[in-house]
């Protein structure tokens, strides 16, 4: 889909998840480099910025937030082209292209403005999904012992992952709206004011992003933290079922040993006695209690 807005000083093309044909119009009517083509095609494309000279034209690529309601966090690429006169936006997804048209200035006099604004509508969702990883990761914190399943095992996995992706692609918005800056100086036609405008605002935009990634870093040490801790206690389980079964099958090996000697066609003492089953129980006790008793006292803590 391609709507068009006109706008006082500029023209905003919108597309969302436009097919190659529709992409083809955009790129001959407003001469665009056709190498800008792959980045709008690439689904997988990650955040850059750059100018090409010999059309006027710059290119902005950032990574969005998919759907926040999902339990796994994935992000898409939105590709913003830029000149003096023309704003071309490119989603390949509904919820982002709602997002850029809800939250970015239509109404913006300059380009340079609405591509910021755009940006900083891009930032909020990631905030909300930072937010719901760590409410989950505090509520994973006060788990301990019989508490730790499987369940929670994959939920920490899972936040694990996300975290990656997230810090990933903030990163590398981040990079991609600094090299932004040094193209709105040399390349767009802006005055005084309105440059200092647009440094006042991407200082604004690059404290926010890179707020968003240290915050990122920290819930992702905190799952990290628990993860390492739900590993120990886990760990400690393992070790004492393991001492259990160790001491048990011990002490549970002594009956067949006496039962088995006394099984054997040899002369034993006692074997010839008519209470010789109840010596086999008595001896076979006692070295159970010797044994549980040896155990007890001279295991190493």
Not at 196 to 210: F, G, H, M, P, T
Request: overall charge negative; some cysteine; proline content about 3%.
């Amino acid at each position: 889909m391609i709507a068009i807005h006109e706008f006082a000083t500029y023209t905003w093309v919108e597309a969302v998840d436009p097919s190659e044909r529709e992409l083809n119009d955009i790129i001959n009517k407003y001469q665009l480099p056709k190498k800008f083509k792959n980045y709008i095609l690439d689904r997988h494309e990650q955040p850059r910025s750059a100018y090409d000279d010999l059309s006027d034209f710059g290119v902005l690529v950032v990574r969005a937030m998919g759907s926040i309601a999902e339990s796994h966090a994935t992000t898409v690429p939105i590709f913003l082209g830029f000149s003096d006169k023309v704003l071309i936006s490119v989603c390949h997804d509904t919820d982002q292209a709602t997002l850029v048209k809800k939250q970015s200035a239509l109404g913006s006099s300059q380009i340079s403005n609405h591509i910021l604004a755009i940006l900083m509508a891009i930032l909020t969702p990631y905030f909300d999904k930072l937010d719901d990883i760590s409410q989950r990761a505090e509520k994973l914190e006060g788990v301990h012992g019989r508490g730790i399943s499987n369940q929670n095992l994959d939920n920490l996995a899972m936040m694990k992952t996300n975290l990656v992706y997230l810090r990933s692609a903030t990163a590398g918005n981040l990079i991609a709206i600094q090299e932004l800056q040094g193209t709105f100086h040399e390349k767009l036609k802006l005055t005084a004011a309105l440059s200092k405008s647009a440094d006042q605002q991407i200082s604004d935009l690059l404290i926010e992003y890179k707020q968003c990634q240290t915050m990122f870093d920290v819930v992702g040490d905190v799952v990290s933290e628990t993860e390492s801790a739900f590993g120990n206690i886990l760990n400690n389980k393992l070790n004492q079922t393991m001492q259990f079964l160790t001491v048990w099958s011990l002490i549970l090996a002594i009956p067949p040993i006496v039962s088995g000697f006394y099984g054997m066609n040899v002369k034993l003492p006692f074997a010839e006695n008519d209470a010789a089953w109840f010596y086999t129980l008595v001896i076979t006790l006692l070295l159970v209690v010797w044994m549980f008793l040896h155990i007890r006292f001279n295991r190493r803590h």
